[in-house]
């Protein structure tokens, strides 16, 4: 397996016109739609970091994977991917040398959320 490249951290984490363009421009709207997707990626955060049961790891991943690209979280979105397939092939090592990344991608879109609100 090979590990997804760092995320970019010059481009937004994830693409608020997106959103804009599903939810329309009301900001309690769009500001309830981030917050629902910070704790969706946080939940899917921990269940990766703290579990060994990679059955448990690839179904957070692939709703992530799914949230990720329905608000244009396209890097998130391509870690929740990369550590779906490790779990689904049963690799804790690879996992494990994605949490750190996915981590720090989960904390860019919990600030890009803080800047929007």
Same mark, same amino acid.
Request: glycine share 6%.
């Given at each position: 397996?090979?590990?997804?490249?760092?995320?970019?951290?010059?481009?937004?984490?994830?693409?608020?016109?997106?959103? *804009?363009?599903?939810?329309?421009?009301d900001p309690k709207?769009?500001?309830?739609?981030? +917050?629902?997707?910070?704790?969706?990626?946080?939940?899917?955060?921990?269940?990766?970091?703290?579990?060994?049961?990679?059955?448990?790891?690839?179904r957070a991943a692939? +709703?992530?994977?799914?949230?990720?690209?329905?608000?244009?979280?396209?890097?998130?979105?391509?870690?929740?991917?990369? *550590?779906?397939?490790?779990?689904k092939a049963q690799?804790?090592?690879?996992?494990?040398?994605?949490?750190?990344?996915?981590?720090?991608?989960?904390?860019? *879109?919990?600030?890009?959320?803080?800047?929007?609100?």
């Amino acid at each position: 397996m090979s590990d997804a490249p760092a995320p970019q951290t010059s481009l937004s984490a994830y693409d608020r016109d997106k959103l *804009v363009e599903l939810f329309g421009d009301d900001p309690k709207t769009l500001a309830e739609v981030e +917050r629902d997707f910070l704790a969706t990626a946080r939940g899917a955060e921990r269940e990766i970091s703290d579990a060994s049961d990679c059955e448990v790891i690839a179904r957070a991943a692939h +709703r992530l994977k799914g949230a990720s690209g329905m608000i244009g979280a396209a890097a998130l979105r391509t870690l929740a991917e990369a *550590v779906e397939q490790a779990a689904k092939a049963q690799d804790l090592a690879g996992i494990r040398r994605l949490r750190e990344t996915f981590r720090r991608e989960v904390g860019r *879109v919990a600030d890009q959320v803080a800047a929007n609100g």
